[in-house]
């Protein structure tokens, strides 16, 4: 079992910043990726960004493009979220998640391991 924990949600306001991190505990030797997903009010939960564990290039949906970055402390088992230039459009819960499968995947189906989620609001 992986074990994930986020933290750093908040409120901010249109055009600014803010940095999720979530740290990974258990059986952090089977982490291939880690990634961040987030789910808005009545829509369904959607892939962001995620970090491959073997070094590969993180990738990232359209929508956040530019305006985000993942990265990751191995050491630590630790992936940040810096989420920058943010919108109305953002808010949402945030999910940190773990694939232990190799290869890149922008479905939830291939996530393994969830955390209880952090959620970020940005009022219009």
């Known amino acids: 079992q992986v074990q994930l924990v986020e933290s750093g949600g908040g409120l901010v306001q249109a055009g600014g910043s803010l940095r999720l991190s979530c740290a990974a505990s258990?059986?952090?030797?089977?982490?291939?990726?880690m990634a961040w997903f987030r789910q808005a009010p009545g829509k369904e939960r959607q892939f962001v960004t995620a970090?491959?564990?073997?070094?590969?290039?993180?990738y990232y949906a359209e929508s956040v493009k530019g305006r985000f970055t993942i990265s990751g402390d191995n050491a630590k088992n630790t992936v940040y979220l810096q989420m920058n230039s943010l919108r109305p459009e953002d808010t949402a819960v945030y999910y940190c998640?773990?694939?232990?499968?190799?290869?890149?995947?922008?479905?939830?189906?291939?996530?393994?391991?969830w955390g209880q989620g952090t959620q970020v609001t940005v009022p219009s």
């Open positions: 970090l491959p564990w073997t070094g590969d290039d993180p």
């Open positions: 258990g059986r952090t030797f089977s982490i291939f990726t």
């Open positions: 998640a773990v694939r232990v499968s190799l290869g890149r995947s922008t479905a939830r189906a291939e996530y393994s391991y």
